[in-house]
């Protein structure tokens, strides 16, 4: 049975780790900041791991002065256990606390996402169409 520790704060230390899914983490961050160097600098979020690997993140996406957009991912084998629960916890505590209104979006046939927000106190404000546009090489 893996022991998992409460999600601790990302910092570089953790993505120079040599846990598991560190890669897959640090693309996640660079999509959404370009470089760790800048979310370092001025995004933040937790992650859950055991002693060897990360499970689940939970990333500031699209900061402004006043909201924080939420990146959340859980490992497929470690879904259903309630980690991406306490990592929101801790995400929505540290808005809080630099007075940021946070908000999730979701695909929304994604059922697991909108209970993980829902149990968090999240209410749906609305629907709306997404486009994707692809660059021909």
Not at 53 to 76: D, F, M, P, R
């Amino acid at each position: 049975m893996q022991i998992f520790k409460e999600p601790k704060s990302i910092f570089p230390s953790i993505l120079q780790s040599s846990m598991e899914n560190t890669s897959s983490l640090e693309h996640e961050i660079k999509g959404a900041w370009g470089t760790i160097e800048k979310f370092c600098d001025k995004g933040f979020g937790f992650c859950a791991h055991t002693d060897d690997l990360i499970v689940n993140w939970c990333t500031a996406e699209y900061l402004s002065q006043t909201s924080c957009g939420i990146g959340i991912e859980t490992i497929s084998e470690f879904q259903h256990k309630g980690i991406a629960s306490k990592a929101v916890y801790h995400f929505v505590e540290k808005c809080r606390k630099l007075n940021l209104i946070p908000y999730w979006d979701s695909w929304k046939d994604n059922f697991p996402s909108v209970k993980v927000a829902e149990k968090q106190g999240f209410i749906k404000l609305l629907d709306y169409k997404v486009i994707y546009i692809s660059k021909q090489s």
